[in-house]
């Protein structure tokens, strides 16, 4: 092993393609050969590790890799002493309390005596403990949701996305214990190379808000602007330029593309014509 800053991704599932994907937006090339653990970084001082997602806090707390793609609830879970730098706007998700849909428990304190199934036994401990319930506690690594039919549990705590899970087996949630969502993290005390690190962590901001805005260009009568600008304020402030006609203007201005078509209609309703949607690629803010 070299002392290239070391880079740790999930090594399967829809995580580590995610991962790999915002990777190579931000300009890392690198391929995964079959079973190998780890990717050189092409023209660029970095290895890429191919790790179980749930091992990639801790490996990066010990200082086994400096940067890491995981879930903040695997941060949360493994307690691991790493600094969260951002969040990816992917995976987002909530840790639940539910029990199924006939049953009379409705708060966390009629636990007590129970048997809880859940992959977070230190998240669930933490909110039995101060709920006051002494529950047993069910640990496993996975199919948490099937626990209640096979008579194993009585309530589970599970990832939620879409609630289609829960549906499917008549479950209904109590409670969240925690929101999260796909995150890059850092080994707080050291790091083998600052400067990359940094530069990487640059990169990622710029794909990650790249995805997230649109670029929207509109023409608009200058007396109509202030009106037009209350409704696309824009990241930090539209750009206007002049346009042959002194009383009309052209506007250049961010908006996040889940709000792009509301802001369109807005925009049309004040008077603003020639409105254009361009995707962005990257930034740097
Ligand atoms: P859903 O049916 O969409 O609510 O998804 C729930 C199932 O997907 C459960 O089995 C969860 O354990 C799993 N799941 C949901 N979100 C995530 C996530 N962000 N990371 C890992 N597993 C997840």
């Known amino acids: 092993m ?29 391929r995964r050969q079959e079973r190998t653990l780890f990717a050189l970084v092409k023209h660029l001082p970095i290895d890429v590790i191919f790790l179980r997602t749930d091992d990639i806090p801790v490996l990066c707390s010990e200082g086994a ?122 080994n707080s005390r050291k790091c083998r190379d600052s400067e990359m690190a940094e530069r990487i962590a640059r990169r990622l901001e710029g794909v990650v808000i790249a995805r997230d805005y649109s670029l929207l260009e509109y023409n608009i009568a200058r007396d109509k602007l202030s009106l037009a600008e209350q409704i696309t304020p824009g990241f930090n402030s539209p750009t206007v330029s002049a346009l042959e006609s002194s009383e009309w203007c052209a506007v ?17 309703s004040v008077g603003a014509s020639a409105i254009l949607e361009t995707a962005i690629n990257n930034c740097r803010l």
Do not use: W
């Open 2 to 30: 070299t002392e290239n800053l070391r880079i740790g991704i999930p090594s399967k599932g829809r995580l580590s393609e995610m991962a790999t994907e915002l990777l190579h937006q931000a300009g890392l090339q690198f």
């Open 65 to 186: 890799i400096d940067l890491g793609i995981s879930g903040s609830d695997l941060v949360d879970e493994s307690g691991a002493d790493v600094a969260i730098r951002m969040p990816l706007g992917v995976g987002h998700c909530r840790l639940s309390l539910c029990v199924p849909e006939e049953s009379a428990i409705t708060k966390g304190e009629q636990l007590d005596g129970k048997r809880v199934a859940t992959s977070f036994p230190h998240v669930t401990r933490k909110y039995l403990a101060e709920h006051q319930a002494d529950a047993h506690l069910v640990e496993l690594s996975g199919s948490v949701e099937i626990m209640i039919s096979l008579g194993v549990a009585d309530a589970i705590v599970d990832l939620v996305e879409t609630g289609s899970t829960l549906a499917a087996n008549r479950l209904r949630v109590l409670t969240d214990l925690g929101h999260y969502e796909t995150v890059l993290i850092q």
């Open 252 to 268: 250049r201005v961010m908006v996040k593309r889940k709000d792009v078509i509301a802001t369109m209609e807005r925009l049309e």
